[in-house]
């Protein structure tokens, strides 16, 4: 019995759930642009329970191999990622850059040392494209979709469509989706008007994650 994956996966929670907390305080500090500012208690339980459950998801999806590396550091900044956009409608450089160039390097170390060159390639074009058509959509719309929108959706297309396109339609699909729903149930309690704008960042995340879940299988070398 291969035994790998699941000691993998609980290192991977015991790592999210010490840098859960630090998680947490990078997004309060990122959020406010304050670097004194601190999160609260239950923020930092939740924070490190996501970061978790997010590192163990990564180590079961990849297994020992250098892909994994790079899914556990988009995971860890999708989780500052998505808790700086809903707080302040923002999605940093300084969080979202990192983690795309962590990734890359972690596909071409996994096409270097296992020979997935193809799935490397087809995650770079369908990035590549997501950034020109997010890009153009930006362009005519910026009030609608933000540049920091624009640079998450090439670093997902890039994550996904590593994985086949199917993955990466079903991630975007997915996300969308859930934007709208949160969009309209927002609408509909008050708490929001047709005219607000609503943090893309986190349902595209979510849709991803759901994605990877349920269809996401590493390519064989």
């Not at 297994?63 to 994994?68: D, I, K």
């Amino acid at each position: 019995m291969d035994v790998s994956r699941p000691v993998l996966a609980g290192i991977a929670v015991v790592v999210g759930l010490v840098l859960g907390p630090c998680c947490a305080r990078v997004a309060a500090r990122l959020a406010t642009r304050d670097a004194t500012a601190r999160s609260t208690p239950l923020r930092d339980a939740l924070v490190g329970a996501l970061t978790a459950g997010l590192l163990c998801a990564a180590a079961l999806l990849g297994g020992v191999r250098p892909l994994t590396a790079g899914l556990a550091w988009v995971a860890a900044a999708a989780v500052v990622l998505g808790a700086v956009d809903l707080t302040a409608h923002r999605l940093p450089d300084r969080v979202l850059l990192p983690a795309a160039a962590a990734f890359t390097a972690a596909l071409l170390a996994d096409a270097a040392v296992l020979g997935t060159w193809g799935a490397l390639a087809r995650g770079a074009l369908a990035g590549g494209l997501l950034y020109l058509v997010a890009a153009a959509a930006a362009a005519v719309s910026p009030a609608a979709l933000g540049y920091g929108d624009v640079k998450l959706l090439a670093l997902l297309g890039l994550v996904l469509g590593w994985f086949g396109w199917g993955v990466l339609i079903a991630g975007l699909f997915l996300g969308l989706l859930l934007g709208t729903v949160v969009s309209v149930v927002l609408v509909a309690t008050r708490r929001a008007s047709w005219r607000s704008t609503v943090p893309l960042g986190p349902p595209l995340l979510a849709g991803a994650v759901l994605a990877l879940a349920v269809g996401g299988v590493p390519p064989l070398p």
